[in-house]
């Protein structure tokens, strides 16, 4: 009866120790450090400007196929190109068959794009006109866009019918990542010493008023003189106190003498 026993007891153990190896035997425990698979170089695009987006193909080699492929925390999948990239550094991932995986970091990189204006040519109006215009010079990364004060962007680069005063141009490149500002002044181009110049003279300098050492207190034949009154000699006129005791001044030569002043009283 023991031997029976026993050699029941044997079998047993037998037939569970041969369960146990054809159960480890059917799901081996692959070592991923023998593993041949290896990440190539990736297919890489990358973005044409800030506002465009790149792409990575992840290549693979080796190990058992099919591979799963994931974008730094994302999951697995049987997808090996991601796309909508921005500029940066990614880690991509391969996993083979084994569960054996590897990694790498691929930068994407988008251009500099530094706008540029390299040169604005203003043409001066003329008095009381807006017959002045704006070319302007730029460089910066595909197509550029222009912009004159709060208007709309346009492409071309030249503004014309433009009054006299201060203008701000924008430029800005194809992607929006960069513009550059610049203040332009388009001029009346009155001239001192053809336009204003005769008028003061001929009208202001007669008797004892506006010479040298008259009741007026200054010379209009003295531009450095009339350079300091300049704003006051603008609204003088124009209000009919000078010349004093003649007539004002019709509307053309007070046109002329305000314009120089806009324009700073320039030495012209």
Request: with cysteine; hydrophobic share 30%; glycine share 10%.
């Amino acid at each position: 009866m023991n031997s029976k026993i026993s050699t029941n007891h044997f079998l047993l153990l037998a037939v569970a120790l041969l369960v146990s190896c054809t159960s480890k035997d059917a799901n081996p425990v692959f070592d991923c450090s023998k593993s041949t698979l290896a990440l190539q170089a990736p297919t890489k695009i990358d973005p044409a400007d800030c506002a465009s987006l790149g792409s990575i193909t992840v290549n693979a080699t080796g190990g058992d196929t099919p591979y799963q492929y994931a974008l730094g925390t994302g999951s697995f999948s049987s997808g090996a190109t991601f796309t909508n990239l921005g500029a940066g550094n990614y880690t991509v991932k391969v996993k083979d068959k084994n569960g054996c995986d590897r990694s790498q970091t691929v930068t994407l990189i988008a251009p500099g794009s530094t706008v540029s204006i390299t040169g604005t040519t203003p043409v001066n109006s003329s008095c009381k006109t807006s017959t002045g215009s704006i070319a302007v010079n730029a460089t910066g990364s595909g197509t550029l866009t222009y912009q004159l004060n709060s208007n709309s962007p346009v492409s071309t680069s030249t503004f014309s019918n433009l009054a006299p005063g201060t203008y701000t141009i924008k430029v800005t490149d194809a992607g929006g990542c960069s513009t550059q500002t610049a203040p332009i002044q388009i001029l009346n181009g009155t001239k001192y010493s053809t336009d204003v110049k005769p008028i003061l003279e001929a009208n202001c300098a007669g008797g004892s008023c506006h010479s040298s050492g008259g009741a007026g207190g200054y010379s209009v034949f003295d531009f450095a003189q009339v350079k300091a009154r300049a704003a006051a000699i603008k609204s003088r006129t124009a209000s009919g106190n000078m010349p004093k005791g003649g007539p004002a001044l019709p509307q053309p030569q007070l046109d002329l003498i305000a314009c120089w002043v806009d324009d700073g009283a320039l030495n012209n």
